[in-house]
Structure formats: C-alpha cells, structure tokens
C-alpha cells in the first residue's frame, strides 16, 4: 500500500539538457498516474525504469506544448512495444483530434483501446473514481483552459485482527460491518467494541496538482487539508506582473495558497530558466508557509514521509 | 565554404536512453537543412551546441512518429526563444494540418514566417533550389508515401587570380564569364587561355536521404554518382522478410543500391534495437561494396574528406 511521487520534469517552457519539461507520475498502490507529458516523458520513465506500460491513466492540465509534447511519442511506443490493455487520457476535448490525426497519418491502428475522457471547462467535478481513488477537476486561471486536479484516496478500512475474531468467534459476513468501524452484538447479547478487534487502517492521502495558473484564492478553499500541494511558482516577486501577465504564479503566492489551505506540505515547480538558483523560491515561499520542497528532475516523494515529517 | 551531415539519431521506432529516432543536419556552406526530427531532436541540437535557430528548412521524409514527433516542439522553441526569421518545413501535406492545430490549442502565435511546402507523392521533382543548392525528391516504397531527398550543391566557378586579372587588364564586366570558364579575347585579339588566370573550383558535392523504404532497385539510377548515400538498414538478411513485410530494407539491399548507382560512400542507419551490435550490418553490406560507414549519433561526417578517402 503505498502513495508515492515522482518529479519527471519541473521546468517550464523550453525543454533543455537538464532543464525537462513538466510530468508527474503518481503511483497508488500501484495504479500509475501520469500527469502531463512534456518532450521526452517516455525517456524519463525509462531512466527511472519505470514500465511505462504499467501507466493506466494520464490526464494533461492543458493544451501548452511544455505539458503534452510527449504524448504522442508514449502512446506510440507503447503500440510498437505490444501493449494490450486500455489506456485513459483526461483532457480538454482538443487533445483527441490532436492525436487521432498522428495516429490516422501514419496508419496505426493501435492495438490497445486508447480512450478519451473531456475534462470540463466550466465546472469542477469528480473526473475519475475507483474503489480507491478519487480524482476531481480544478478550475485554474491560466492563458487558455487549464485544469489542476485533487486525488483523494478513499478512507481505507480498519484491519482486523484475526485471533480477536476468533476468539469471539465472530462470523465471516459480519466482517465487512466490523472493518468500516461498527462494533459486534454477539447473539448473546455481548457488545464487542471495534477497537478491540480491529487495528487503526493506514491514513488515506490527498494530492492537488496546481499546474499553470495565475494566483487565484478560490483554490485555497477547494484542496483544505490536503497534504501535498502542488504549485505552479514560475516566478518570484520580483516578476509578479510577468507571472500576471502571462498567466503564472510567483512562489510567494503559491506559498500563500498553501497557507489559506492549511496543507501539510507544498511542493513548488515550472521555473522560469531565468532563475539560476531556484533556492530564491524556497526562501520567497517559506516567509508564509514553512514545509515547502523544490520540484528537482528525478526526486521521489513519499506521502507516509511526507506526512510523519508534519 | 562547407558540406557536412551530422547524425542526431540513427535509430529506428521506439526512443531509448542513447537510441534517438531519425534526424540529420546538413550543413552546406552554413545553410542549415534539418532532415527528419523525431522526438527530442532540439535536445539532441543542444548537446552539440547547434543553434537551432540558424536552421532555415525541414524536410520531413514521412509521417510515422520516429521522423516527425520532435517537430512541433522545434518549431514552439524556436517561437519562444524570440525566432523572427522564416522556416521552411518540406512535407507530405497533411503534417500542415498536425502542427497548425497544435498551434492553434495553445493560441499560439508564432512571431516568425511559418511557410509549408508539399512534396509530391508520384512525382520527382526539384523541390527547392537556391543559388547554391537544388533539392530533388525521390519516391521511396515504404508502409506509407515516404520520400528520400537529393542535395546537389550547384557546380562552382573556378576562382579568379586577382594578380593575373591585372596584368592582362581585363575589364570587371567580364569577370563572371572567366568564373564560369571562358577564355579571354583582348581588344588587340590576344587569347588569354582560362587556365592561366583562374584555379580550380571547389567540387560540388552531393547526398542522398533515402529514409524508410523496401529494396528499390529504380533508386540506383536516381542517384547514380552520389558522393554520400544515406539509406536506411533496419535489418539484415536474416530479417529480409520481416524487412519487406515492414517496409524495410536490409544492409546488403542498401548495398546493392550503392553498388549499383557507383556513389562514392554509403551511411547506414535506422538500425532495428534486435542488433546489439551493429558491425554485423556492416560487414554484411561489405560483401557488395566496400566503403561503408555506420551512422552513430552525434558523428559529424565531411564530404571533402569522404571523397578525399575513397
């Protein structure tokens, strides 16, 4: 059971030696979500290696060449490489034309369902939903249609403790009660409380990918008490009316975001190449809020670590 | 004055770590011709310090993603890195339609000349010339239209001895003739025999792109006499009929092509990721010709010394 990160790219803009283009790959439980697709995202997979074909969902925030340049490329290779089960693309409704007409050029047919699902333009909803995972749409203000997105594990059942069970002899189709919390009536009478069958289940976690946006407090109220927030931070504020005008956010901003929410962490990303030391965000961030980390090529972060770092 | 290729990626269908997907740069007297550019070619531009912006005309063979999906964020690059001058893109049509709507998704509007030229699909014609330089296409037989390229540097004028110009007094009017071979004739009806106030000229050289394609014998006659051939070698013998069925040829095809047009030198490249080592390929190709040279990526090739050397 794990809820795990990793930074695939953090730059923005023009893709350079080391400076890759924005991916993300959220791993729950084992259920591998990759968020945007810069140029080259399939070379990262690889020098991490991670099986790209273990991918079952990817969902691009927009339509910025810096945010989905690599899709085709991944989606192509993994044809090639014989993929059989079916891939999700979350998206605006553009990016399936887009696709589709790289595809229909040079007469693929991909031997993998590849579906399409339109993330909405107007409204925030629940976009995907699992038995353990729910993931929903984030309104960003950016230069064209541009969407974040909340991951919400679901809360997971209390584990049971076998010899209790046993013990008081307890039956099977009354587990299922037990594990969600509920106590037991034996048909004595007797009230067994949960807590002294069950143990505490493992903490469910949250994550919110703020990709391009300018500062928008709205979002503050949308992703409280998540713990790892994302945050686009382009710029410091020396550059507050560039981040403005393009459509971006200075580290401070997001700083305060992440404050408004109240999350356990923030993670800040998409700098400008201007920035030489990008430490200057960090400082610029932690005026407001103090748990800040700096996306970096590569890094893996662990929300159990995250978290028990709080 | 120039004629040089470089190799950013020799390789065939899936990108790896160190196999990059088909782009050339060729370099004729500091015109920069970029031909094909799978995905990640600016990447590959950068680690030899090539600016890209100094590149004036793509040609894109076909369609299938190894030889175009790097264009796009070429061409975004460029745009952002404050490009003014014009770019020239050689195509199958549709590609105009691939990147303009990826253009369009992100309200992207280039601050530079974007112009599309379409290469015939049953025709082979001079696609572009200059003053320097005439481009042929020539129709390859691969899974889909695919076209190979012919540069031939335009014949150069022998050059003139200043100091001899001089002493016979020659007029400047009739400078370009002397360029071109003519004799002299004075107003007192002298013959001043060309050879006595000219040099040599540079040799023109001349290349040949001959990407995806299934053995073509017809090829040999296009390209009789070619300094360099490039043409691709997927496979071997062994593969002959995978080769075939997959629009491929094999590295004793392309030699027997070389053989036949009596080029100068041949390149292999597109090499199929089964070959650990790709000497084979060339061993085989040695059987029928002799001056055989593996791409590699990142190898610079000079055409005077490949005519020097043969």
Do not use: W
């Not at 407090?217 to 927030?229: C, E, M, N, R, Y």
Request: charged content about 25%.
């Amino acid at each position: 059971m794990s809820f795990k990160l990793t930074i695939l790219g953090c730059s923005s803009a023009v893709p350079d030696l080391d400076k890759h283009p924005s991916s993300q790959l959220l791993n729950s439980n084992e259920n591998l979500f990759l968020i945007d697709c810069g140029e080259g995202t399939q070379i990262r997979l690889r020098e991490r290696n991670i099986n790209f074909q273990r991918i079952s969902h990817v969902l691009i925030s927009h339509l910025h060449g810096d945010h989905f340049y690599g899709l085709i490329g991944l989606i192509n290779s993994m044809h090639l490489l014989g993929r059989k089960k079916e891939l999700h693309i979350f998206s605006h409704f553009e990016l399936k034309n887009i696709i589709n007409s790289q595809l229909q050029v040079a007469s693929t047919i991909l031997n993998y369902p590849l579906f399409f699902h339109e993330i909405p333009k107007d409204s925030e909803e629940v976009i995907f939903e699992n038995d353990e995972i729910i993931i929903e749409n984030i309104l960003l203000d950016h230069r064209i249609h541009c969407s974040g997105f909340i991951f919400r594990e679901k809360k997971y059942l209390r584990k049971i403790e076998r010899e209790n069970i046993i013990k008081h002899n307890i039956p099977d189709f009354y587990l299922n009660k037990i594990r969600s919390g509920d106590d037991y009536k034996s048909p004595t009478g007797e009230i067994i409380k949960n807590k002294q069958i069950t143990k505490k289940a493992r903490q469910a976690n949250s994550y919110a990918y703020c990709s391009d946006t300018r500062f928008k407090k709205s979002i503050s109220k949308k992703i409280s008490g998540i713990d790892l927030l994302y945050h686009e931070s382009t710029f410091n504020e020396k550059h507050k009316n560039l981040a403005k005008k393009t459509g971006h956010s200075t580290a401070l901003q997001a700083a305060n975001i992440a404050n408004e929410a109240q999350v356990k962490c923030l993670l800040l990303g998409h700098f400008s190449k201007r920035y030489k030391d990008v430490n200057l965000l960090k400082i610029e961030a932690q005026k407001v809020f103090k748990n800040v980390i700096l996306a970096e090529n590569g890094m893996q972060l662990n929300f159990k670590e995250i978290i028990q770092n709080n």
